[in-house]
């Protein structure tokens, strides 16, 4: 772990146990739970804003599941996310990242879509090259293809618009009932559609349709090719728990192609250091502005008194005060378990309740001693890409079907990067990280997964080699990160990808939950940062910021005038002693 | 006399299972005493059973209820027994009273809200001891149990179909208990709750007074229901106790001012038009509202209620002639202007009064206790119909 602790002695972050009397006469604005990277470019946006920001992690780590660490030997890698598909340009740009250190090892990586007899379809931004690999399998779909690659931008592009924004409330439909709540829920939902006004009578239409159909219905309308529709299909449900053919996922291939590095769309880049180092600028870019990242301290409790949040309680039994509180973790943990059911109404607690959390994705890095051989490419010659198992649709239905009743599929359905193809600083012997997600793994193994892992890698490794051949004789370490693992190592409950199943009843206005959105806890000063709030899962910094303007918006009480009312209510002698040695942050504006 | 028997035949009720048809109408494990006592052969269905309307006649129900002791059958009521480490804490979410304050054999009725602080239903909750409760009210609301409990560490278990319930009210209840060897209760007829063994039958006794007229519950299971209605009417054989049907006991619902669910307001969870429902506040439940109490269903919006105003109140009404029909409105001359100030929902011509009465809301910015208030009756009349103006008073406003 002496790399640990390099990268945060770098980034100035203090890994030592939490000293009681520093912390207690800190005085911040704002708490953030969870260094998660939507935490800490919501902490970032604040701070900016000359808010005095502490974020408090778990971890000995900062970054959730968006991390490098040691993978094996001491070969490192980007232990659960991998790919960079569209940190939101302008949270690059409002943040600084690229001043405080990110760097792409490679940007515009095209995606491979593996054939079993080499003839490769090849996605890159541009639809004509793709429409050239295409060509080998189907003339008419190479023709077609274009046309597809330009609509599905067309759209993505309102889905990108709306995912940079705060969405509408519908309390009329799911919090009061009230006829003029309703009349503005209209509103609402009328000011989604003014995007649509770029599109032309046809594509409303399709858009609409796309929104409710399945990425299955979509491509078996649009194209022949088995391998075609199986790589596109694989986009609409990577992380989540959906078959091609569940409804939503037409939703989900959008989300992915929403995604922008640096300038070209759909966009896929490697940061330099992996996954980390988005992280490492994120912390600069809080910890310049004056804010402060603790990690080992994980949150026992939000503290409530009077109706209003305070501040937050740590496992060492510390408190700490703060007029805001936004947390960086899961919404079902932020409110079930840290907040407390106590706090929440029933109709909000049995919605909170409904969010489904058993992710289905895995993650195995592998470190292999030297690049395998991949048929279609001469040695030496493998591109550095994306490579995508999913050869049909019915092949990625079939490894979703099994994962319903608790069990896996042998042939499941993976993506594939090699970032030491462009990044030499992960590794100091030549060797290579063959990062791969795999799907479908359920949260809950029927039989455990104490005693099927070895059969697990064992079916991913032979898969592989049918592309790859000898793939098992290169390998020399690595480890594999079911749901589970990565629930117990990085926090992510469910080992879910969102956060929260990104289904129809839990987007946008209704993301976490039906009855809670716009970043607005259920308690006065209560905020949410994280993927399982509006747009959702992957590294794309959107919660973060959405939930920072939303902020930022609100006017703060100042916590003295609280707490002093709360005393005078209870005449609780606790909280006296607690104001004794702490003083508290007054609103920054 | 016919303990055993009729014993025997009641096991072979259904009393169970909830109607699988929704056409068919159940009879409740007392069905086999009630019928003995309905004399007048006049019936009507609640939540899916039979009960008697009328078991003789009017005013000599009314005469028992209010001179002497009465008995009901109360087996459609909901029954729910709350248990659990958490059974307090999620009471106090689930309902508006402020529950942890209730000490054991304590009893509240208590408005059951919606986040949006309208009402669900009036449940009745008795502390039975350190975590056990028990719940009755006029309807079903397992699924909303099983739903507000998410997170808390109670079991929920609903007797609804399985138990049977007996009111008893009048004056001379306290004698009917002692003949019948319950003298140690006679405290309930008055306040409180408890659960006891009588003579190896499990009861449980709720206070339930109505307005002026003191009275209890007792709940039982279904298959020991008719002991217990005989031990009653044997022991209050001589106190003039009689059986009485539903419409007895809304005469004197009504008359008390209490709302009930479906007559009065529209349980949240059923109004398709969500003004129809009613708040915890308009029903006249202000005084139990604790905002010292953390949250609550409804909570959010009680208090802003609380703070705005509400603009209808529940009003009790007393008729100049006979009883409107339910639903009737009232109106005021203001100015030139006939406005709409209110609406009588459920109404009695009480046999033992000079005049009927009636439940209903005004609206608060327009009528005072005291208003007397124009009423358009519509009836029919040798088989014409007529219509007649009419007046009402306003005898008091809730809250
Ligand atoms: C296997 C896998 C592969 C993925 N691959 C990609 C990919 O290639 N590209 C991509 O864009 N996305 C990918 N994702 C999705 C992406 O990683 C997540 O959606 C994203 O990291 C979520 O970020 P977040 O900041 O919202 O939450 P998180 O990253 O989960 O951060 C939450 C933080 O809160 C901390 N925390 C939790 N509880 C507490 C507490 N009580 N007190 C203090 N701190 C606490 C956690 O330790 C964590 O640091 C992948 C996800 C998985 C599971």
Known sequence: MSFLKNILARVGLDTRAPHGSE??????????????????????????????????????????????????????????????????????????????????????????????????????????????????????????????????????????????????????????????????????????????????????????????????????????????????????????????????????????????????????????????????????????????????????????????????????????????????????????????????????????????????????????????????????????????????????????????YGGFSPDPIMEVVFPTLNDASLSDHNEHVMSIIVQYTPFHLKEGWDNHREDFIQSCVDVLGNYMSGLGDHIIGGELLAPVDLEQQFN?????????????????????????????????????????????????????????????KDRVEPLRTVRSAHKAHHGDDEVEAAEADVSYGEAAQ | MMDKASAKALEELPVSTRPADPLRVLPTPLHMKTSIACQANDWTSWAGYTVPNLCTSLEREMSALTRHAAMADLSPMGKYAVSGDDAARFLDHLLVANIADLNTGDVILTPMCQSNGRVINLVSVARLGATSWWLTCDGRHMNWLYQAAVGFDVTLVDYSDVHAGIMLAGPEVSRVLTAADLGDCTDIVLRGARRISWDGIDITLVHRGVGQVPGLSIWCAGSEAAIVWNRLMDGGADCGLEAVGRMACETLRIESGEPAPGRDFIPDPEALRSDRSRTAIELGFDHLIDEGKGVFNGRAALLEERANGSVLRLAMFSFQGAAPQAGTQLHKKQGRKDIIVGVATSTTSAPHRASARGLGFVVTDHVRPGDVLDVTIEETRELLQVTRKESCMVVEISG
């Open chain 1, 23 to 404: 912390a207690g006469h800190a005085s911040f604005d704002v708490i953030v739970i969870g260094a998660g990277h939507n935490g800490l470019v919501c902490a970032s946006y604040l701070a900016k804003a000359g808010r005095r920001v502490l974020v408090v992690e778990a971890s000995e780590q900062a970054g959730g599941a968006c991390q490098t660490g040691v993978i094996g030997g001491d070969t490192r890698g980007s232990r659960c996310a991998h790919l960079l598909r569209g940190l939101d340009p302008e949270v690059i740009k409002n943040l600084g990242l690229h001043r405080y250190g990110l760097k792409y090892a490679a940007r515009t990586m095209p995606t491979v879509a593996l054939d079993y007899d080499g003839a490769h379809i090849i996605f890159s931004h541009n639809p004509w090259q793709v429409a050239e690999s295409i060509k080998p399998h189907s003339a008419s779909d190479a023709e077609r293809y274009p046309e597809f690659h330009k609509r599905i931008l067309q759209f993505a592009e309102i889905i990108n618009h709306w995912n940079g924004q705060t969405p509408g409330r519908l309390r009329g439909l799911f919090e009061t009932g009230a006829f003029e709540d309703l009349s503005a829920d209209a509103k609402a939902l009328q000011q989604m559609g003014a995007r649509f006004d770029v599109l032309t009578a046809e594509d409303k239409a399709e858009f609409l349709r796309l929104f409710v159909s399945s990425v299955g219905d979509l491509l078996d309308r649009s194209f022949d090719t088995q391998l075609l529709k199986g790589a596109l299909a694989f986009d609409g449900v990577l992380g989540r728990a959906a078959g091609p053919f569940s409804p939503g996922t037409a939703l989900g291939l959008l989300q992915q192609w929403t995604g922008e590095v640096a300038g070209t769309k759909p966009g896929i880049a490697l940061p330099e250091g992996g996954m980390g180092a988005v992280i490492d600028a994120l912390t600069r870019s809080v910890v310049a502005r004056r804010g402060q990242v603790r990690c080992s301290a994980r949150v026992a409790q939000i503290l409530v008194e009077n109706g209003r949040t305070v501040g937050v309680e740590l496992a060492s039994g510390e408190r700490i005060f703060a007029p805001q509180v936004v947390s960086g973790t899961d919404p079902k943990t932020t409110l079930m378990d840290l907040l407390g059911r106590e706090h929440m109404e029933t109709r909000l607690a049995t919605a909170v309740d409904g969010i489904t959390q058993e992710g289905v994705t895995a993650k195995l890095n592998l470190v292999l001693d030297r690049m395998p051989k991949i048929r279609g490419f001469d040695p030496g010659q493998v591109p550095s890409a994306r490579f995508i198992v999913a050869p049909s649709l019915d092949y990625i239905e079939q490894a979703f079907h099994p994962s319903k």
């Open chain 1, 492 to 552: 992510l409950r469910g080992g879910h990808w969102h956060h929260g199943e990104p289904d129809l009843a839990h987007q946008a206005m209704m993301r976490p939950a039906p009855g809670i959105s716009q970043y607005l806890g259920p308690v006065k000063g209560l905020y949410l940062c994280s993927a399982g709030c509006h747009p959702g899962g992957g590294i794309l910094g959107l919660a973060g910021k959405n939930a920072a303007e939303r902020m930022l």
